[in-house]
């Protein structure tokens, strides 16, 4: 009992405040690492179909989930609720206003389906996070400073951070900005070392402790490069750059699962590279206009209503 009213502890509402619709939802992806093996599947059962979870009685999502009413109560209070009819309050409020956000109107039969639904719901609801916690000014400060950079420096470690660096380059790259992205630790520092200012560096890391990655943040910043760092709040890597883009994401215990964190921090990429492009106006338009026609040229560009490139694609062959 001590360990779950430290718990409840740490994610409920002040006495008489109205939980966020959204929370409820944003809680349970929150607190998932600290629940108990029994409370995750109630979690997980919950997840599966948000609606029906609101009509079950507690007897129904317990034997549902294949644990004790007890545990069904322990896990409300876990999430912020009071009682397991507050939290089915709390969660039709959510759908009323958010249902579009939280679930797919499929119901799936089959395990590949069931699987399919956990995990794209998993990748949703850690962009939802990402964007409740976003600070807006500080990302705007973040796209100000890429758009006038006169060169952009990407780093990051490991499988999942690494890939997202590379992500950046491709995004940025089109925008005709001189942009490199490095995931060896000691090319990281020899590209730091070459900064300056009116150069510009983002740092993607999940953890924020990777060493390489915060030295070489320290390197370019001393040279007079500004930093920006998309990483977890009061880590020594967000202590270490200019801007910081904070953002928690709790991992899940599944070790079978995709890191959740790495969808909110694509979207965060993609928010920072369409800001970017937006900022640099006509120059930015105009160097995926001719982007756009390399491509059409090669027969590979997919139409969109905008920019259908049909016209130059219709007498090409089609080619990998």
Same mark, same amino acid.
């Given at each position: 009992?001590?360990?779950?009213?430290?718990?409840?502890?740490?994610?409920?509402?002040?006495?008489?405040?109205?939980?966020?619709?959204?929370?409820?939802?944003?809680?349970?992806? %929150? &607190?998932?690492?600290?629940?108990?093996?029994?409370?995750?599947?109630?979690?997980?059962?919950?997840?599966?179909?948000?609606?029906? /979870?609101?009509?079950?009685?507690?007897?129904?999502?317990?034997?549902?989930?294949?644990?004790?009413?007890?545990? &069904?109560?322990?896990?409300?209070?876990?999430?912020?609720?009071?009682?397991?009819?507050?939290?089915?309050?709390?969660?039709?409020?959510?759908?009323?206003?958010?249902? @579009?956000?939280?679930?797919?109107?499929?119901?799936?039969?089959?395990?590949?389906?069931?699987?399919?639904? @956990?995990?794209?719901?998993?990748?949703?609801?850690?962009?939802?996070?990402?964007?409740?916690?976003?600070?807006?000014?500080?990302?705007?400060? @973040?796209?100000?400073?890429?758009?006038?950079?006169?060169?952009?420096?990407?780093?990051?470690?490991?499988?999942?951070?690494? /890939?997202?660096?590379?992500?950046?380059?491709?995004?940025?790259?089109?925008?005709?900005?001189?942009?490199?992205?490095?995931?060896?630790?000691?090319?990281?520092?020899?590209?730091?070392?070459?900064?300056?200012?009116?150069?510009?560096?983002?740092?993607?890391?999940?953890?924020?402790?990777?060493?390489?990655?915060?030295?070489?943040?320290?390197?370019?910043?001393?040279?007079?490069?500004?930093?920006?760092?998309?990483?977890?709040?009061?880590?020594?890597?967000?202590?270490?750059?200019?801007?910081?883009?904070? &953002?928690?994401?709790?991992?899940?215990?599944?070790?079978?699962?995709?890191?959740?964190?790495?969808?909110?921090?694509?979207?965060?990429?993609?928010?920072?590279?369409?800001?970017? /492009?937006?900022?640099?106006?006509? %120059?930015?338009?105009?160097?995926?206009?001719?982007?756009?026609?390399?491509?059409?040229?090669?027969?590979? /560009?997919?139409?969109?209503?905008?920019?259908?490139?049909?016209?130059?694609?219709?007498?090409?062959?089609? %080619?990998?």
């Amino acid at each position: 009992m001590e360990e779950g009213a430290t718990r409840r502890e740490s994610v409920q509402q002040p006495t008489g405040a109205v939980a966020s619709a959204i929370d409820i939802v944003s809680r349970i992806q %929150r &607190v998932e690492s600290t629940l108990s093996p029994a409370e995750r599947r109630v979690a997980e059962t919950v997840r599966q179909d948000f609606e029906a /979870a609101t009509r079950l009685t507690i007897a129904e999502l317990a034997r549902r989930a294949g644990v004790s009413q007890p545990t &069904v109560t322990r896990f409300c209070r876990s999430v912020g609720s009071l009682s397991f009819g507050e939290f089915k309050i709390q969660l039709a409020t959510t759908l009323t206003v958010a249902a @579009a956000y939280l679930k797919s109107d499929r119901v799936f039969g089959d395990d590949a389906g069931q699987l399919a639904q @956990a995990i794209m719901m998993n990748a949703a609801n850690a962009i939802r996070e990402g964007l409740d916690q976003l600070d807006t000014t500080a990302l705007g400060r @973040a796209i100000g400073t890429m758009a006038a950079s006169r060169r952009i420096e990407i780093y990051g470690q490991g499988s999942a951070s690494a /890939a997202i660096v590379e992500d950046a380059r491709l995004r940025l790259f089109r925008l005709s900005i001189p942009v490199a992205a490095y995931s060896d630790g000691q090319q990281q520092r020899m590209s730091a070392a070459t900064l300056g200012p009116g150069d510009c560096v983002l740092a993607i890391s999940n953890s924020g402790r990777s060493k390489p990655v915060i030295d070489a943040v320290a390197i370019a910043r001393s040279f007079g490069a500004t930093t920006v760092a998309l990483t977890r709040p009061a880590t020594p890597l967000a202590e270490a750059a200019d801007i910081v883009i904070a &953002v928690t994401v709790e991992e899940v215990n599944d070790i079978l699962r995709p890191t959740p964190s790495r969808y909110a921090h694509m979207a965060i990429v993609d928010t920072l590279a369409t800001g970017v /492009a937006a900022a640099l106006g006509s %120059r930015g338009r105009e160097s995926l206009r001719r982007v756009r026609y390399t491509l059409a040229r090669l027969g590979v /560009a997919i139409p969109a209503p905008s920019t259908d490139p049909s016209q130059i694609m219709k007498d090409l062959e089609p %080619r990998e």
